[in-house]
Structures are given as C-alpha cells and as structure tokens.
C-alpha cells in the first residue's frame, strides 16, 4: 500500500500505480486524510466529528462517523485483501490507523528532512543537499489540496507547509556551500517572489549574487528587501542579512568559496584545494564580541604552532562562539577551514584515530587511509603541510584525545571547544567563557524568538522603544536560565513556537525551581541532557561531592562549609572542590568563595537522592548544620557577608537544608544556637521559619526538652509582634512540654513569659506569682534568670515600689556583667538611669531590649 498525501490524496494498491483507490466522497477522504496526517496517533470522535462538521454536526454525527470508517475499511481492504481490517483500528475515545513508514510520504517526507538536518549541522553539503532533494520532490502540491480541511487539516498544512519551505532553505543553503551559487540565481530570484518576507532566502540570493561576481546586483537585492519590509511592516531587515551586507559592501573575501564543477556536486577535495566543511554561522549570536576578538586574535596573530581552545560549562555556547571564529577568519585561512565533532553522540567521543579519519574525509582524502593512529597523524600533517588551514575540533572529551589531531605546521592552527582548560598542552591558549550579562543575554532571546521587548513578535511591527514591563520580564526570564545560552535560545524557541506567549508568560512558568530543567526542554533541545553531560564526565568522587555540595545554601561560600558538607578534611575538601571547578561544574571567584550556577545547583538538587550511607545527603545536611551551630556558638556563621538581617539567611537557609533531608537533631541544635541573633535582631520572619522547623525537628526527634525551648522562643516572638493569644497558648504549651520531661530551668522561662503576658494585662499579682516560681526553678547566673528579674523590676515599677525596682535592675546589671552580655548590660543601665533620672517620667516603658509598652495615663 501506498498513501501520497502531500498534494491530492492518491492511494495505490496491490494492483500497482496503474489503479487507483481513491475515495471519490468528500467526506471519506476528510475522515481518512485526517488520519493519515496523524498516523499512528488516536485521532478522537470528537475531533474527526470536527474536522467533518465543525462547529454544525448532525444529531447523528456519532453513527454517520461509525458508517465512514467502515467504508473506509472496505475500499482499504478492496485495495490490499484485508489491509483496512488491520491498519485502520478502533482505539478508544476514536481510530488510528497504523502505517510502515515506507507506506506514507508524509512520514518519508519528515525522515528525509531530518537526516538532511543533522547532516547540514554536521558539515557533509552535499548528502544534506541530496538528502533535502528528495524530501521536497514528493511534494506534488499543497497538502491534500483535493480534500475539504477542517481544524486537524488545517493545522497539518501550516506545519507541513513551513517544513517544506525549512527543507528547500536547507538545500539551498548547503548547495551554496557546495559552490553551486551561479545555478541557483534564478531558483532564488523566484523563490523570493514566493516568500518575499523570507529573509533567509533574500540572504541566500545576496550570497550568490555576489559570488558570481554580482555584486551590485546583491546590493540591489538588499535595498528591495528593505524598501518591502519598512513600507509594509515599518521594520528594518534583521541583525544577520545587515551583518551580510555590510561584507558585501566591502567586498569580503570570506565570504567566496570555490565554484562547482559545471553538473557535478563537490567534494571537499575537489574544491581547488580549499575544503570549506563549516556548519552556517548563526544568526541570532550576539553578546560575545569580547570573547570573539580575543579568539580570532590569537588565531590570526599568535605565534607558529599556537592552537586556541575555547573552554567552559555545557551550554555555554563554545560551539557557536567558535564557528563563528572560524567564519570571520576566512581570509587568515586561505586552504580551507574543516569542522569535526569529536564527540557526535554524548557520553562516546571519538577515539583520536576515528577523529583523524573524519579529518581526512572531510578534507576530501577519497582513498584507503591507513588503519594505525601514528600513520593516520603522519597522513594529516602531511596533508597540511605547507596549507594555511584551520580546524575546528569541536567537544573535545581530553587532552589525550587532543594531542594527536592538533595541526605541527607554520600556517595552521587548531581552535577547540572543550569543558576543561586543557592545562597540559603548551601550545594552547584557553579562552574561558562565563553565561552571558544580563543585556546580552536579553539580546540572545530577542534574536532567537523575534520577540521585542514590548512582548510582541518582532515579524508583526516594529518593536517599541519602551516598554519596561516586557523588559523586566525578558531580565528575569535571562536570570531563571542563570543567563546560560543553551537555556536562553530554548526559553526563546519557545516563545518563537508560541506566538500567544508573552515574555511574562514564560517567566511564570520558569520561576518554579522544582520544574524548571523540564520547562526548559523543547523539542530536541533538552537542557537538563546538556547538562547532565558534563556530570557524566565526571569520576564517581567528583559526582559524590557536586550532590553533596548542593545542600549548602544558595549562596557563595568558603571551605570551610564545603569541607562540613562533604564529611572531609581541609586538604581533601580543597582538592574535591578545585576538581569540580576544573570540570566546571562549580564556579570560582578571586575571594575564594565558590558557587554553583543556578542551573547546575538544580540538576544536583535532582540527582541528590539518598544512597550509601556514608554519602546520604541525611548525613552531609546534618554534618553541615553542626558546623554552622559550632560557628554560631563560637563567632558568627562562617563566610557570611553582611545582608542586613545579621548574616541569617544562610544559617537559616543551613537549617532549612537539614531539616528537608531528616537531620532533626542537627536542625534542632543550630536553631537552639540562632535564638539569640534572632531576637537582637528583631529577625522576626527568619525567626519563625528557624523556630517552626526546629520545633518540627525536635518533636519528630521526640526531644521534649527541645520542643519546650521552641514553643517558648516562639512565644516570644508572637509576644514581641503582640499576638497575645498565640503568644500566651506557646507558652503555656512550653510549661507544660518543660513539666513533661522534668526540665525545670526551661519550665520557669516559660512562666517568664507568662508573666510578661500578665503584666501587659495588669494583673499583677498573677505576674508575681508566676515569677516567684519561675526563680524558684532558673539556675543562678542564668541568662534566662536575667529574664525572670527583669520582669520582676517592672513589676515593681508598675506597682509604684521603685525601691524594689532599681535593685533588681541593679541585679540585672551585674548578672548581664558576668555574662559578657553587652546588649542586656546595657539595657539595665538605660532602665537605671531612667529610675534616677528626675526629669518628667518617659511615655514609655523598654520591658525588653529595644521593645516598649505605652505608659497607661494617670
């Protein structure tokens, strides 16, 4: 059986190509059209109900649908003796009928594309051309152009149709590579007229006319464009067919190749000795002009024998920074430049022999080659020598793997992409590429996705020059990709591919880090893939290490932390989080400090599941909350910077760490630690948060005394934001959890906070009551028995008996002295010096460090 669907629908069955079988009924080829676009899919009732009817279908859609598709089983069957019985099948809620590829060219068609695709990005012209050939000649017209189309139809032909038109730019471009420019002129003037708001295709006819020596011509076509684009859409031609003729006008030699032999297609070595196999410069690169001119320096002005290598994280855009490179290069490399992927397939580079093999190849060496890797190196130099060539040798996995292809004569020169510097090859130069500012990358997803920072699509009108909600919102689409390039172009491609998307559209479903690595996948691009290649790469030691270091806060931080998490010594933490820099799966700055990137902290995140024991992220949140505890006891939470709040978010964020990966004790212990910086900063939400958590860790670690201690601190919390209720139910909820577990020191600090809450309500001889237990039950030189005569004195003051008042201060003071309690010393002394100051009384009354209580008036 075969089905031709792209033009009028033709069906041949067993009887050959000389009879048809066709269905004459409108209806029947709809029903049957629309399955064969989704061939091998369920195409629902409902939808061949509206590709049939629309938005009017008849009481008996249901029943007339059951009698089309029975038909259509009988003349399938009439074609081929039971072919409508088996490939035409009922699968709920509708049909699918199930084809071999072989049997469509609709399926043909998009195999065809795809391999001429990959072949395109690989740099072999001329199986791209033929490949991309093939696929356009089984278009006989537009899809199903016999056939009524409804919603499924519709939308399958405005696909289908950009893939052809994608197919034929792809052919032309790779027979523009191949030298066949002088042939294409008047295919390319006639397909402009078809598309003439393609500028791709513009491009491509700028490109030939001016090979062929017509340049004025190319010129002209530029200026036509043009005139088109701002008379009926008021844009300008975009960056890429601007930069083209800008080299036109200076006649840039870069931009010629050899011409074809007359009716042949090329090879590399038939190209008058200059093999061009480079992928097509991209046009929406931006933002490396830096980089690029350092690169394109040391490759045109560096000594003999200097090779470049172009190093950095997975997504960085090494790739596109180097053919880029390589292209503006043209005239430093007369003989050619070749292009080799030295590692096609993630996780199987190439042995240095089959990258050698591929160089030859690719620079048209036809005959047998030697199978040895020393006598493949002696064929490549040969081959170059006395040449000025360039070679690209893209995703080099070693410096091994490096050392034989890199090129030994005077003209020649080597420009690599790899993850790591390649330290041990002397005659390499590394340029070290970082994600991209926030501007430039702002520029990357407008080139990529036509969208201007208004939030529109660039193809519909010029972009408005202010627009500071769509700006905003493409800043923090570029900070969620953590400004990555890979991560950029496929936040972009997406809105490219959804032109009902905004920039504000795509930020909202990228700023849930839980699901961010999955919304950044979109068709073939995946970066969460990406990424996960340069984790692969690494040795077991250094993937053990990059998941435990994920439990640090977000947030640069020293050794001392990374050594705590790791469960190491200084030494061999150093040397585990070098590694990781080295693999560039960490980042380091000139302080010292470390950090991962946004994007690289979240594929951690994902792949930190509990394993052994020893290597439990359980054990390294818990390791690691026990340092910052010791630190927080001792002098402070290490490597801190000051944030405002008393360097707390990372402590907090520490404890939040240990708490998600059941490390109760250790949560418990740095949030009994926090309470003090807590409190003297009035850090009322991290102090919930810290509080709330230990509170959970200490009753799942069934640690009374713990919970006791929380509740209370919360109570005063809720005390000092005057939620009285709360804070009275904490703290009673505190005495009684203290009573439970015998624990009477705790016990009367919550009592302490009791008659704080009676005081505020006047009852006074309930506050003393309360307080005369509580010091029965507070250990001597206590900070909490500070509390309990602190809250004794201002009951004095409240019941008139200044007296009592100022000694209780006075032992207030004493007691803050033997502590070395600078904050609690100094407020006795303000609460004395106002007892004897004899001016008129102050409206208010400090019954904490820093928190007033109104005087009631007389």
């Known amino acids: 059986?075969?089905?031709?669907?792209?033009?009028?629908?033709?069906?041949?069955?067993?009887?050959?190509?000389?009879?048809?079988?066709?269905?004459?009924?409108?209806?029947?080829?709809?029903?049957?059209g629309a399955l064969l676009v989704r061939s091998g899919e369920v195409v629902s009732v409902e939808a061949l109900t509206d590709e049939l009817w629309q938005d009017d279908p008849p009481r008996t859609a249901t029943t007339t649908l059951q009698v089309y598709i029975s038909q259509l089983r009988k003349q399938l069957s009439a074609a081929q003796d039971g072919f409508g019985r088996e490939a035409l099948v009922t699968r709920p809620p509708g049909y699918v009928l199930r084809l071999e590829p072989d049997e469509l060219d609709l399926t043909r068609f998009e195999e065809l594309h795809a391999s001429g695709r990959r072949a395109l990005e690989a740099g072999d012209f001329a199986r791209a051309s033929a490949l991309q050939r093939q696929a356009i000649d089984l278009w006989r017209g537009p899809l199903l152009s016999d056939t009524p189309h409804g919603p499924t139809l519709d939308a399958a032909a405005v696909r289908l149709d950009e893939a052809g038109v994608a197919a034929l730019?792809?052919?032309?471009?790779?027979?523009?590579?191949?030298?066949?420019?002088?042939?294409?002129?008047?295919?390319?003037?006639?397909?402009?007229?078809?598309?003439?708001?393609?500028?791709?295709?513009?491009?491509?006819?700028?490109?030939?006319?001016?090979?062929?020596?017509?340049?004025?011509?190319?010129?002209?076509?530029?200026?036509?464009?043009?005139?088109?684009?701002?008379?009926?859409?008021?844009?300008?031609?975009?960056?890429?067919?601007?930069?083209?003729h800008r080299r036109i006008l200076r006649g840039d030699a870069g931009l010629l190749v050899a011409e074809a032999a007359p009716s042949a297609a090329v090879t590399a070595n038939q190209s008058r000795g200059r093999p061009v196999a480079l992928p097509a410069a991209d046009p929406a690169f931006t933002g490396r002009e830096d980089e690029l001119a350092r690169v394109v320096h040391l490759l045109t002005a560096s000594p003999a024998g200097t090779c470049v290598a172009v190093a950095g994280m997975p997504g960085v855009g090494k790739t596109a920074l180097a053919v880029e490179a390589a292209h503006r290069c043209a005239d430093t490399f007369p003989d050619g430049r070749l292009f080799v992927d030295l590692e096609p397939e993630p996780g199987s580079p190439l042995t240095a022999a089959q990258a050698l093999t591929r160089l030859l190849r690719r620079a048209g060496e036809t005959g047998p080659l030697p199978e040895a890797m020393e006598d493949l190196r002696d064929t490549l130099h040969t081959f170059l020598a006395g040449r000025r060539l360039l070679l690209v040798l893209d995703h080099a996995s070693s410096?091994?793997?490096?050392?034989?292809?890199?090129?030994?004569?005077?003209?020649?020169?080597?420009?690599?992409?790899?993850?790591?510097?390649?330290?041990?090859?002397?005659?390499?130069?590394?340029?070290?590429?970082?994600?991209?500012?926030?501007?430039?990358?702002?520029?990357?997803?407008?080139?990529?996705?036509?969208?201007?920072?208004?939030?529109?699509?660039?193809d519909t009108r010029r972009p408005a020059p202010a627009a500071p909600d769509g700006r905003a919102a493409l800043l923090e689409v570029a900070g969620l990709c953590?400004?990555?390039?890979?991560?950029?172009?496929?936040?972009?491609?997406?809105?490219?591919?959804?032109?009902?998307?905004?920039?504000?559209?795509?930020?909202?479903?990228?700023?849930?880090?839980?699901?961010?690595?999955?919304?950044?996948?979109?068709?073939?691009?995946?970066?969460?893939?990406?990424?996960?290649?340069?984790?692969?790469?690494?040795?077991a030691e250094q993937q053990r290490s990059f998941r435990l270091l994920a439990l640090l806060p977000d947030a640069p931080f020293e050794l001392g932390p990374a050594a705590a998490v790791l469960g190491l010594g200084p030494d061999a933490a150093g040397r585990s989080v070098e590694g990781l820099v080295d693999a560039r799966l960490l980042e380091a700055d000139e302080a010292g400090r470390y950090r991962f990137h946004p994007l690289l902290r979240l594929l951690a995140a994902v792949l930190s599941t509990p394993r052994a024991r020893e290597h439990s992220p359980r054990h390294g949140g818990a390791r690691l909350a026990e340092t910052y505890a010791d630190s927080v006891a001792q002098a402070g939470p290490p490597a801190v910077a000051d944030t405002g709040d008393g360097g707390l978010a990372v402590p907090v964020g520490v404890l939040r760490t240990a708490h998600a990966h059941g490390a109760w004790q250790a949560a418990l212990r740095l949030a009994d630690t926090l309470s003090g910086r807590l409190e003297s900063h009035a850090a009322w939400h991290s102090w919930r948060t810290a509080h709330t958590l230990g509170l959970d860790a200490a009753r799942r670690a069934r640690d009374r005394a713990g919970e006791a201690r929380m509740l209370r601190s919360l109570g005063d919390l809720a005390w000092q934001q005057r939620e009285l209720t709360r804070c009275e139910e904490l703290y009673e909820a505190a005495a009684r959890a203290a009573r439970g577990c015998a624990d009477d020191h705790e016990h009367g600090r919550a009592l302490v906070g009791l008659a704080d809450v009676r005081l505020d309500a006047g009852a006074l001889d309930e506050a003393g009551a309360l307080l005369d237990t509580a010091l029965g039950s507070l250990r001597d030189g206590s900070p909490a028995r500070f509390d309990a005569l602190r809250a004794g004195a201002l009951l004095a003051l409240d019941r008139g008996d200044e007296a009592t008042a100022t000694v209780r201060f006075t032992a207030c003071r004493d007691l803050a002295t033997a502590l070395r309690d600078r904050r609690l010393e100094a407020y006795a002394r303000r609460c004395l010096r106002r007892l004897t100051d004899v001016r008129e009384p102050e409206p208010a009354v400090e019954v904490r460090p820093g928190v007033w209580r109104l005087r009631e008036a007389a």
Do not use: N
Request: hydrophobic residues 45%.
């Open 169 to 244: 730019e792809q052919r032309i471009r790779a027979d523009l590579e191949l030298g066949r420019h002088r042939d294409l002129i008047a295919e390319l003037q006639s397909v402009t007229t078809r598309h003439p708001l393609r500028e791709e295709f513009h491009g491509h006819l700028m490109l030939a006319l001016f090979r062929a020596g017509r340049q004025a011509e190319a010129l002209r076509a530029f200026g036509q464009l043009r005139q088109t684009l701002v008379e009926e859409l008021a844009i300008e031609p975009g960056p890429a067919l601007q930069r083209l």
């Open 399 to 458: 410096e091994a793997q490096l050392r034989p292809l890199l090129p030994a004569g005077e003209g020649c020169r080597a420009l690599i992409t790899i993850r790591r510097t390649p330290a041990s090859l002397a005659s390499v130069r590394t340029v070290a590429l970082a994600p991209l500012p926030p501007e430039a990358a702002c520029a990357l997803l407008t080139a990529v996705s036509g969208t201007a920072l208004d939030g529109h699509a660039d």
């Open 1 to 32: 059986m075969r089905f031709r669907i792209l033009g009028p629908m033709e069906i041949e069955g067993s009887a050959g190509p000389g009879v048809s079988y066709t269905p004459r009924a409108a209806k029947l080829r709809v029903v049957l």
């Open 482 to 539: 953590g400004s990555l390039p890979l991560a950029l172009r496929s936040a972009a491609a997406q809105l490219a591919a959804r032109p009902h998307w905004t920039p504000q559209t795509l930020a909202a479903r990228l700023r849930d880090a839980r699901d961010r690595l999955d919304a950044l996948r979109v068709g073939e691009l995946d970066v969460k893939e990406i990424l996960l290649t340069g984790y692969a790469a690494a040795t």
